[in-house]
């Protein structure tokens, strides 16, 4: 390994002479600036270039004044202050048509505003609901519409849980690290860092699609300031036991909403022309967003389809999916989004949702629940309720009641469909 000369060499001496004479070891510096043993000796010997964050961060724990930050200053190739880095804007676009949730909305508001005072918290709302129903247009509609209560910027990202990629928190965290100009060397634990970068700071992050609530804790501030929304399909209650999230479950949208959706996207004027047709659109799509905008999408390109005819058609259990469809997108279908959620469970508990689908929409009583479980896994009551009770966690099946749970009417296609009926 050659060594590095000049200005590296000067940096490593002057912290090696005021870390001796503070009389702390490289270890015990190493753990109070959260950077690793072996990437501090690296810099003490003018191998591994220093950045600015660890030069303050060691200023702080040794008292220097700011002198390691000056030297780091001398190189021509040295790294900017934070302050010089680019305020962050990373939110996708939101929804152009965008319905209801005013109840949600003022939720996130309470629960996330600057102002209602989180005393040695950071605010962390975790939003849930099954998929289609408009959680990351929700998360969206509220971070364009409140960005400026957080003046130091807003991080995104696709964590991946369903549908994609998943990224792992490492990954996650050198992508936030990189945009705020913190380092990123792969000798340093990420997670401290970043919470040292954002102290201080009022910044929104957006954690979207999560896998699971461990997914989410090493990305989450260490201070209050900032503040942050997570989605996920999937209900997190480890994030409110151990993380204090306050948890908002989104719920299909009513039918006076889901027929304003559906005209923003089909046509007022046709929807005006045929209120009960639209009206039994609404219910096919059980106010889903996801199904009211296909639906709306494919009337557009059957513009002599009665909207009382294209709501039988999608009411028929044979292929009321496929009017849930747009040519050329297979990834925007109903199917492909309902595909995600359904891949991700264990096979008894698959076969549990493709039984489920045999009975019509609405509640499903409490003893056919049961024996479909019991009948699909061959398992006691007790282990088949349990089976039930994951599928609820997914939003595959909600429950309504004391072991009554409900199947929403495309969710209920999508598990016939799979099931081969």
């Given at each position: 390994?050659?060594?590095?000369?000049?200005?590296?060499?000067?940096?490593?001496?002057?912290?090696?002479?005021?870390?001796?004479?503070?009389?702390?070891?490289?270890?015990?510096?190493?753990?109070?600036?959260?950077?690793?043993?072996?990437?501090?000796?690296?810099?003490?010997?003018?191998?591994?270039?220093?950045?600015?964050?660890?030069?303050?961060?060691?200023?702080?724990?040794?008292?220097?004044?700011?002198?390691?930050?000056?030297?780091?200053?001398?190189?021509?190739?040295?790294?900017?202050?934070?302050?010089?880095?680019?305020?962050?804007?990373?939110?996708?676009?939101?929804?152009?048509?965008?319905?209801?949730?005013?109840?949600?909305?003022?939720?996130l508001t309470r629960a996330?505003?600057?102002?209602?005072?989180?005393?040695g918290a950071v605010p962390?709302?975790?939003?849930?609901?099954?998929?289609?129903?408009?959680?990351?247009?929700?998360?969206?509609?509220?971070?364009?519409?409140?960005?400026?209560?957080?003046?130091?910027?807003?991080?995104?990202?696709?964590?991946?849980?369903?549908?994609?990629?998943?990224?792992?928190?490492?990954?996650?965290?050198?992508?936030?690290?990189?945009?705020?100009?913190?380092?990123?060397?792969?000798?340093?634990?990420?997670?401290?860092?970043?919470?040292?970068?954002?102290?201080?700071?009022?910044?929104?992050?957006?954690?979207?699609?999560?896998?699971?609530?461990?997914?989410?804790?090493?990305?989450?501030?260490?201070?209050?300031?900032?503040?942050?929304?997570?989605?996920?399909?999937?209900?997190?209650?480890?994030?409110?036991?151990?993380?204090?999230?306050?948890?908002?479950?989104?719920?299909?949208?009513?039918?006076?909403?889901?027929?304003?959706?559906?005209?923003?996207?089909?046509?007022?004027?046709?929807?005006?022309?045929?209120?009960?047709?639209?009206?039994?659109?609404?219910?096919?799509?059980?106010?889903?967003?996801?199904?009211?905008?296909?639906?709306?999408?494919?009337?557009?390109?059957?513009?002599?389809?009665?909207?009382?005819?294209?709501?039988?058609?999608?009411a028929m259990d044979e292929?009321?999916?496929?009017?849930?469809?747009?040519?050329?997108?297979?990834?925007?279908?109903?199917?492909?989004?309902?595909?995600?959620?359904?891949?991700?469970?264990?096979?008894?508990?698959?076969?549990?949702?493709?039984?489920?689908?045999?009975?019509?929409?609405?509640?499903?009583?409490?003893?056919?629940?049961?024996?479909?479980?019991?009948?699909?896994?061959?398992?006691?009551?007790?282990?088949?309720?349990?089976?039930?009770?994951?599928?609820?966690?997914?939003?595959?099946?909600?429950?309504?009641?004391?072991?009554?749970?409900?199947?929403?009417?495309?969710?209920?296609?999508?598990?016939?469909?799979?099931?081969?009926?």
């Open positions: 390994m050659s060594t590095v000369t000049g200005d590296l060499g000067v940096f490593g001496e002057s912290l090696r002479s005021a870390r001796t004479q503070r009389g702390l070891t490289l270890r015990e510096l190493a753990r109070r600036t959260h950077y690793s043993h072996s990437y501090l000796s690296k810099v003490e010997n003018g191998v591994k270039r220093p950045s600015v964050e660890l030069a303050q961060r060691c200023d702080k724990v040794l008292g220097t004044c700011g002198s390691l930050v000056q030297l780091v200053g001398l190189g021509d190739h040295a790294p900017p202050m934070l302050e010089d880095w680019l305020r962050p804007a990373q939110l996708p676009p939101g929804p152009t048509r965008f319905v209801g949730r005013t109840v949600e909305l003022a939720e996330l505003a600057p102002e209602v005072g989180h005393v962390l709302v975790a939003v849930d609901g099954p998929p289609g129903v408009g959680k990351t247009a929700l998360a969206l509609r509220w971070a364009h519409q409140h960005s400026r209560m957080f003046p130091d910027g807003v991080l995104f990202a696709d964590l991946g849980g369903y549908g994609g990629d998943v990224q792992s928190p490492e990954t996650v965290l050198k992508e936030f690290l990189h945009s705020l100009g913190g380092p990123v060397a792969a000798e340093v634990s990420l997670a401290p860092v970043f919470r040292s970068v954002l102290h201080g700071k009022q910044l929104l992050i957006v954690l979207d699609n999560a896998a699971d609530a461990q997914q989410v804790r090493l990305l989450l501030p260490g201070a209050p300031g900032c503040a942050v929304v997570v989605t996920s399909r999937h209900r997190l209650p480890g994030l409110s036991v151990r993380d204090g999230a306050r948890r908002i479950t989104i719920t299909p949208l009513g039918e006076r909403d889901s027929v304003d959706l559906l005209a923003h996207v089909a046509g007022q004027d046709r929807v005006r022309a045929e209120p009960e047709g639209a009206a039994a659109v609404a219910r096919g799509c059980a106010g889903f967003p996801l199904a009211l905008r296909l639906a709306g999408e494919r009337l557009t390109d059957l513009p002599g389809t009665r909207l009382r005819a294209f709501a039988a058609d999608l292929h009321g999916l496929n009017m849930l469809a747009v040519l050329g997108d297979p990834g925007s279908t109903a199917r492909t989004v309902f595909s995600w959620s359904y891949l991700a469970l264990d096979p008894g508990d698959a076969q549990v949702f493709q039984r489920l689908g045999l009975y019509p929409s609405g509640e499903i009583s409490p003893e056919i629940s049961a024996a479909v479980a019991v009948e699909a896994t061959g398992l006691r009551p007790e282990a088949a309720e349990r089976v039930l009770r994951r599928l609820a966690e997914a939003h595959l099946i909600e429950p309504v009641g004391p072991h009554l749970y409900k199947l929403y009417n495309p969710l209920r296609l999508y598990a016939r469909e799979r099931g081969g009926v």
